[in-house]
């Protein structure tokens, strides 16, 4: 009996781990490039009581890959959400976005805007990369950093890539 109640446990971890990746997927197909204000500035003003803080203060609230696990050939979404209240209200903070893409601890794909610019108020940035199709089965990760006068920050997050099957 207790073979079969870890059967069971395994069917059920292979399959939640199975619609993981169809959800993601889901998730990637419902989102589109680019930049959306999510929360105005005064809200965010507000959320983090920012007259009481030293200016500007930004946040990296979240960044995500999704889906996880990719076929080589197809796209990852990167979402990055962050928060600024500046100095002056409608400031922006200018500066190097930089992307690079990881295999084996070695840069495979590298992007830079010298002209990002961080935004008052909280903005959902999606972007979507493609896996070549001639990528290597493995552990990749984006690297996003983002360097400027004053506000600096670095972020990895990991992703499997698998070879289509033939």
């Not at 292979?14 to 999510?38: D, I, N």
């Not at 609230?61 to 197809?74: H, I, K, M, S, Y």
Request: proline content about 6%.
């Amino acid at each position: 009996m207790g073979h079969s109640k870890t059967l069971i446990v395994g069917l059920g971890l292979a399959a939640a781990l199975g619609c993981a990746g169809v959800v993601g997927k889901v998730q990637r197909s419902l989102r589109s490039p680019g930049e959306k204000l999510a929360t105005v500035p005064d809200d965010v003003w507000s959320e983090y009581k920012c007259v009481e803080q030293k200016l500007p203060l930004f946040r990296l609230e979240r960044t995500e890959l999704v889906p996880q696990r990719v076929t080589a050939g197809e796209n990852i979404n990167h979402r990055m959400v962050y928060a600024l209240c500046p100095t002056e209200p409608t400031e922006v903070i200018a500066g190097t976005l930089q992307t690079r893409i990881l295999f084996k601890g070695k840069p495979v794909v590298r992007d830079a805007d010298g002209h990002y610019e961080i935004k008052p108020g909280r903005w959902v940035v999606d972007t979507f990369i493609q896996i070549p199709p001639q990528a290597e089965t493995g552990i990749y990760s984006v690297e996003v950093q983002f360097v400027s006068e004053t506000v600096t920050f670095r972020e990895e997050r990991s992703f499997a890539v698998e070879r289509k099957a033939k």
